[in-house]
C-alpha cells in the first residue's frame, strides 16, 4: 500500500502488527465520527491491552506487537481505530527506521496488506494505519502521519488531554483511575511520564485542549465556496472526499485600457518532504503521467472567462505527489499593479460547476503571485487554502522554492 490508499476488509477480525529494526510500542485509538475518544477505553496499549471490539497483543520483544479489530465486536458510534507506533528507546526517532505494518486476517494469519511509509526523519511516534467504517462495509487505510512530539502529540490530535504529574509531588494513590503512558525507559514509571486522561469535569477544569483538526472547517455541502486569503476549504463533499477530475480556471484583465498583459498560470507539484516534483505550465502542458494538464499559453489577457486552465485529476494523482501550488508570473516583467480582476477558481471538470473561488484583493509591484495551494491530508481527502502573496519571480522555474515555502 501507498499514502492515501484503501483496501475493503474481506473479513470481519484483522490483525495489524507493526515491524521494525528496533522494538516499537503500538497502540491502538477507538474514534468517533468527530474524530475524538470517547473515555479512557477507547486507548488500548500495553498498559490496558482490551477495549470494545479492539485488543493489543504484546510480542514480548522477539516479533512485533499488534492490534487486533473485530468490526462485527466495535461499538456503535466508532467509525475508526488507528493504529499507532512508538520506538521504545527513550528520545528515538524514526530516523533510518523503517517499520511495515501488515494487515492479517486474524483468524488464519493470510496477509492482507503491507505498508511502509515512506520519508520518516525526526518522527518519534506515528499514526500507521486506520481501520475504518463506509457506507456500513469496513476498510484498511494506508497513513503514515508522523508526530515530532510523541505518542502525546498523537493523543492530543484525537482529543486526549495530555497532562504532566508535578514536579514536586511524592508518588502519591490518585482519585480517579487513568489510563497511564509509561515512556519505557526502566522498570518503574517515572514521574515526568504524561498521563492520558479524558477531559475532566468543569468542577476541576484542565488545561483546555487544542482544537481538533479541522474542526469548523468549511468543506463543499453548502455550495461554492468564496475563499478570503489564508482560508482553506475542504473538498469534501457528502462526507466523501473530492477525487474526481477538477480545473482550476485562472484569469485576470488588463489595468489600463488597451494594453495586453502577458502572464502565465502554472502548477507546481511536490512531495511529502516539501521536495520539487514537477511544474506544469505554457512550456510543459502534461506532467505526472497525464494527470495534470495546462490548456496552453493566453498572451492578453482579453475576453471573458477563464485565461489559462490547468485541469488535474485528483483520482489519478500518484502518491508521492501530496502538494499542488497554482501560480501567475509575468515573464515580460509587467508588474500585478497592471493587473486587474485575477481570480482562480476551481471546477468540476465534469459539470462545469464552479466550486471554490478565490478572487485576488490589492496588488504589489512584483510579477509573480503564489494563488492557491491544494494539500493532500493523511486520510486521503485534499485541502485548498488561498494565497495571494506576491513575490519576485518572472518564471515558474523561480517560484519553486517560494511555492515549497508555502506548503
Known sequence: MTPGSNIPLPVARVTVDVAAPVRLDVSGLLLTADGKVRSDDDFIFYNQPS?????????????????????AAVPPGIEKIVVTASPDGAGQTFQGVEP???????DDGSVLATFTPPGLGAETALVVVEIYLRNGAWKARAVGQGYADG???????????????????????????????????????????????TPAPPAAPPAPPAAAPGAGKINLDKGRVSLQKNQ??????????????????????????????????????????????????????SIVNGAIKHSGDNLTGEGGGDDEVIVVDLGRLPQEVTGLVFTVNSFSGQKFTEVAKAYCR??????????VRFDLTGAEPQTGVLM?????????????????????????RNMVKPGAEAL
Not at 502529540?153 to 497511564?180: R, S
Not at 473530492?242 to 482550476?248: P, R, T, Y
Not at 476551481?346 to 464552479?354: K, V
Not at 492557491?372 to 515558474?396: D, L
Open 346 to 355: 476551481l471546477l468540476d471538470a465534469a459539470t462545469g460547476e464552479e466550486l
Open 100 to 106: 511495515t505494518a501488515t494487515i492479517r486476517s486474524a
Open 232 to 285: 482553506t476549504v475542504s473538498l469534501v463533499k457528502g462526507g466523501r472526499p473530492l477525487l474526481s477530475q477538477v480545473k482550476m480556471g485562472l484569469g485576470w484583465e488588463p489595468a489600463f485600457r488597451g494594453k495586453d498583459i502577458d502572464l502565465d498560470a502554472s502548477v507546481i507539484a511536490f512531495g511529502p518532504q516539501r521536495n520539487h516534483i514537477d511544474s506544469c505550465y505554457f512550456g510543459k502542458l
Open 372 to 396: 492557491a495551494k491544494m494539500i493532500r491530508q493523511y486520510s486521503g481527502e485534499w485541502e485548498m487554502t488561498a494565497i495571494g502573496s506576491f513575490v519576485k519571480a518572472r518564471t515558474v
Open 51 to 71: 477495549g470494545p471490539g479492539v485488543t493489543y497483543r504484546s510480542g514480548g520483544g522477539t516479533s512485533p506487537d499488534a492490534i487486533t479489530v473485530d468490526t
Open 151 to 197: 505518542l502525546a502529540g498523537i493523543a492530543t490530535d484525537f482529543g486526549v488531554t495530555v497532562e504532566e504529574p508535578a514536579p514536586a509531588a511524592p508518588p502519591q494513590p490518585v482519585a480517579p483511575p487513568q489510563a497511564t503512558i509509561q515512556t519505557p525507559v526502566a522498570p518503574p514509571a517515572p514521574p515526568a511520564d504524561p498521563r492520558l486522561t
